[in-house]
């Protein structure tokens, strides 16, 4: 997830195009650029790290006199956060630069066919890919529109992207699908943008468009048409009233909330790529050099352990794999019988948390191979890993991690397919059934979304006086009840234990009360009728319970919230936004700073 804008109007360009990327930052931050045409030549200037060094060198040059131009605040997927990989990306005769949001899943075909026309990528990025294509066709048709139209005809994946060109000065094309993109109407301006707060302060006027469509904007005036076949298309102006605070949010009160009903894209652009749909096969091309593990030891903290433990269950069922979960505060301090031929699976959402990176050194030093799967490219964790896979969860800004526990639970789902795969012991129903499942999700996801909140809303508020929760799960439910506990306790503050199902009758039973709530996940499934006679030891204790489960279940609790069933595990994604909703309504509800909770830091770099 990029931030790009684009202008063209009566201002000198670079100011309003920076000032429109802070806005933006929230949206990836490791490296950024700008581009625009001077002295009728391209002029594109970029930095590594965050925009304030793109500042300083701008400060350096005379670019003031362009009143139109592009600019990318970067969230690396494809190459490292470096300049060379920064946008924008020109094409080899640098008559075009090009801006890009989204992922171009066939850049590798692409980039070979543009080889084998002589043309060399200077980047490691799918975007460049994208920019070498358009000036390759732009010889050929001499039409900016119709070079981008081709050339966006050959791509596969998503794109929001803005395009400056040489020989058109004080014009810009735009074109998406699948990423957002808006265009604000001003007065003698016009404004290209990923969001828009990038351009709120100017104007209030906004245009959305929709996938598969192209625009085009100079000053005075703005034209939207059809990418395939440039047929012009009527669009309305609308009006926003929101302030760039509440617009950084997408119009959601927190970032957390937003963040949770992102899940569904998130998920999809995990899968981009990661799917070869003949073959009903998982792709991981960074681990195609490393054969299955023969012991894996998965380490994290926080939100991270919980996946790793989640992940832990397939690694078992599908891929044969014997697997150990290790908490990384915990690992780095013990004599771990781990060395040579045994594989360590560091996760990490920030990629710089401070234990599991000690972890990754002690299990370096011993000889085990090291993956990390990690969403932040070029953090430390992914550097120091021996071989880096990436979660698409895009920026996560909430300190409570939500998204990028999706992404990670996507990404060990696929992990298990491909290891099960190389082991050739992946069962016959998972290799059936699985990737459509997990294909079908995003959508399904995104209808359920919304009707979920509302039943979270509701239980909160019946349940807002509760000074302790116990969460039960059996079986990936386990993983997924400590999950709930933590973001119950880390944004609410109100006390909360997750605890394995079949574990209860052992201690914490001790507990149930009719003022000690239980929040069940008693999803259908092979364990439902053990998690259904836990319940019944809670009912017997008099305690209240809150049951996710699924329809056509038949628990006679306080209060069932049914949500869709999917096939074997991909029911957990359902499971794992409700809790998190949850967590969220009821700290919302109680006043807390849901996205900045006391004494929480999102990545906790000390020990
Ligand atoms: C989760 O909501 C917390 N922010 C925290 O537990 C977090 O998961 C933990 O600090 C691990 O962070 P990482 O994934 O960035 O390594």
Redesign the pocket.
């Known amino acids: 997830m990029c931030g790009i804008i684009g202008y063209c109007g009566h201002r000198p360009a670079v100011p309003v195009i920076i000032e429109g990327l802070k806005r933006l930052e929230y949206r990836g931050y490791d490296s950024a650029g700008v581009a625009f045409i001077q002295d009728r030549e391209l002029v594109s200037v970029k930095a590594e790290g965050k925009l304030a060094n793109l500042e300083n060198k701008l400060a350096a040059q005379n670019v003031y006199q362009a009143t139109s131009g592009v600019g990318h605040t970067r969230w690396a997927t494809h190459g490292l956060p470096t300049e060379k990989n920064a946008h924008p990306h020109c094409d080899a005769a640098r008559t075009i630069a090009l801006v890009h949001n989204g992922i171009i899943e066939n850049y590798q075909e692409l980039k070979k066919e543009l080889a084998a026309a002589g043309i060399r990528c200077q980047s490691e990025t799918d975007t460049e890919v994208l920019a070498q294509l358009v000036g390759l066709y732009l010889k050929e048709k001499g039409s900016l529109a119709e070079a981008l139209s081709k050339a966006l005809g050959r791509v596969e994946g998503s794109y929001a992207i803005a395009v400056v060109s040489r020989d058109n000065p004080g014009m810009l094309y735009a074109a998406r699908k699948h990423s957002p993109l808006v265009m604000g109407v001003g007065v003698g301006e016009n404004f290209l943008a990923s969001d828009i707060p990038a351009f709120l302060p100017y104007t209030r006027e906004v245009v959305f468009l929709d996938d598969g469509e192209m625009a085009r904007i100079d000053a005075g005036s703005w034209q939207v048409m059809d990418v395939a076949t440039l047929a012009p298309i009527t669009k309305d102006v609308k009006h926003i009233t929101w302030d760039v605070s509440s617009a950084q949010k997408g119009g959601y009160k927190h970032f957390m909330l937003k963040e949770i009903f992102e899940q569904p894209t998130v998920i999809a652009d995990c899968l981009a790529g990661r799917i070869d749909r003949q073959e009903n096969r998982a792709i991981l091309p960074e681990l195609d050099d490393i054969p299955a593990p023969q012991r894996l030891f998965i380490v994290?903290?926080?939100?991270?352990y919980h996946a790793g433990l989640w992940g832990m269950y397939l690694m078992e069922q599908w891929a044969g794999i014997p697997t150990r979960v290790e908490i990384a505060s915990e690992l780095r301090y013990r004599e771990p019988i781990l060395g040579p031929g045994d594989t360590v699976l560091a996760?990490?959402?920030?990629g710089e948390?401070a234990d599991?990176l000690a972890s990754i050194h002690l299990a370096k030093a011993r000889g085990a191979k090291v993956i990390g799967l990690c969403n932040v490219v070029g953090s430390s964790v992914a550097r120091e890993s021996d071989v880096v896979v990436h979660t698409q969860a895009g920026p996560e800004i909430s300190?409570?991690?939500t998204k990028?526990m999706c992404s990670q639970l996507t990404l060990l789902t696929l992990m298990a397919l491909v290891f099960g795969q190389k082991n050739g012991v992946l069962p016959a129903d998972v290799a059936a059934n699985c990737l459509p499942a997990l294909e079908r999700l995003p959508a399904e996801l995104d209808t359920a979304l919304p009707a979920m909140r509302r039943r979270a809303k509701e239980l909160c508020r019946i349940y807002s006086e509760a000074r302790s929760f116990l969460y039960l799960g059996r079986g990936l439910c386990y993983p997924l009840a400590l999950e709930g506990a933590?973001k119950l306790k880390?944004i609410s503050y109100i006390h909360a234990e997750g605890y394995a199902a079949g574990e209860m009758k052992h201690g914490p039973i001790a507990l149930i009360d009719p003022k000690f709530p239980t929040f069940a996940l008693a999803p259908l499934g092979d364990l439902y009728s053990k998690a259904k006679s836990n319940l019944l030891e809670v009912q017997a204790r008099g305690g209240k319970i809150i049951a996710l489960t699924n329809p056509g279940a038949d628990l006679a609790v306080d209060h069932p919230w049914e949500i869709p069933l999917a096939w074997g595990p991909i029911s957990t994604f359902f499971i794992l936004p409700a809790l998190q909703l949850f967590a969220y309504e009821m700290a919302d509800y109680l006043g807390k700073d849901v996205d900045q909770p006391r004494n929480?830091a999102?990545?906790?770099t000390v020990e």
Request: proline residues 0%; neutral net charge; contains cysteine.
């Open positions: 994290a903290c926080g939100t991270s996760i990490s959402q920030s948390t599991t300190v409570a991690s990028a933590l880390e929480l999102k990545s906790v």
